[in-house]
């Protein structure tokens, strides 16, 4: 399929982590830029795969603005100004981010928890907060569940609210940290549903989420990033960082269905966590 490359949408340089004495993630470095298809407008989906510890939940901390790094740098587009390629530096808020929980507040129902994440939204009136919270409820199948509270909603519907939530505070940016985690069979087509609907709406939209699911990480990603401990004159160094970038865009692999090609990439990011 055609693609083309604009914008730079995220740029990590030299990103590194450490807490105390203990470095975490080192020498991470990657871009991502605006994918353009003919026809589409096509969001950005980037997966981070990786065994346990290898600093995963690290990496998400920082690119979300939680930690500030020990070096490196995390710039995001700037899409507040008109001018091209204009770039800032991540701060808390910029980027969305929804944990395994998918925290809301207890006391406030679903539609509440949405009028309170547009709150800082000062150019739209409470007519329009109305009519886009309603759009997003009918859009991502929420309509019924509107005037309830977190603990009578379902864990998809609870996830569902609490991305909606985020993309209403924070824009084109969105972190899932394991998304899928013990979801049943549906649930998991509701969060697949959930990111086509998040990157049909706009180009900037990037998602980058990790999952233990490496199928589901070569099935819906458009660029992927193992990480894992690198190997130093023979031996694993104590720290996580990319040990290997899967481009499925380039492998003419991206936006088809799953099949033997997808296949062959599970079986080669096995290969490479293994070692890692």
């Not at 990157?199 to 819906?220: G, K, P, R, W």
């Not at 992927?224 to 990319?242: F, L, N, Q, R, S």
């Amino acid at each position: 399929m055609g693609y083309s490359m604009q914008n730079t949408l995220l740029y990590v340089e030299n990103l590194s982590v450490a807490y105390g004495e203990k470095t975490v993630i080192k020498d991470i470095n990657f871009v991502e830029k605006d994918v353009i298809r003919k026809d589409n407008v096509t969001g950005q989906v980037v997966a981070v795969v990786g065994r346990s510890g290898r600093g995963k939940s690290t990496l998400f901390r920082a690119l979300t603005g939680l930690i500030k790094p020990t070096t490196g740098k995390i710039l995001i587009a700037d899409t507040s100004t008109d001018a091209e390629n204009d770039a800032k530096e991540v701060e808390e808020g910029d980027i969305g981010f929804v944990d395994q929980k998918y925290t809301l507040f207890r006391n406030k129902t679903v539609y509440q928890s949405l009028m309170f994440a547009l709150r800082l939204k000062e150019n739209m009136t409470k007519e329009q907060k109305h009519e886009k919270i309603m759009t997003y409820l009918s859009e991502w199948g929420l309509e019924k569940v509107k005037d309830q509270y977190p603990c009578e909603l379902s864990g998809g519907q609870r996830q569902r609210t609490a991305i909606i939530e985020q993309i209403f505070c924070s824009g084109h940016y969105m972190v899932l940290d394991e998304p899928f985690s013990g979801l049943d069979v549906g649930n998991i087509e509701d969060v697949k549903n959930a990111f086509s609907l998040i990157t049909s709406m706009h180009e900037f939209n990037t998602i980058i989420y990790s999952t233990h699911d490496i199928e589901l990480a070569v099935e819906l990603a458009d660029s992927i990033y193992v990480i894992g401990y690198p190997t130093i004159d023979g031996k694993h160094a104590e720290y996580g960082t990319i040990v290997k970038h899967i481009d499925m865009k380039e492998l003419n692999l991206a936006w088809k269905d799953f099949g033997m090609d997808h296949i062959e990439v599970v079986k080669q990011i096995k290969a490479v966590m293994m070692q890692s």
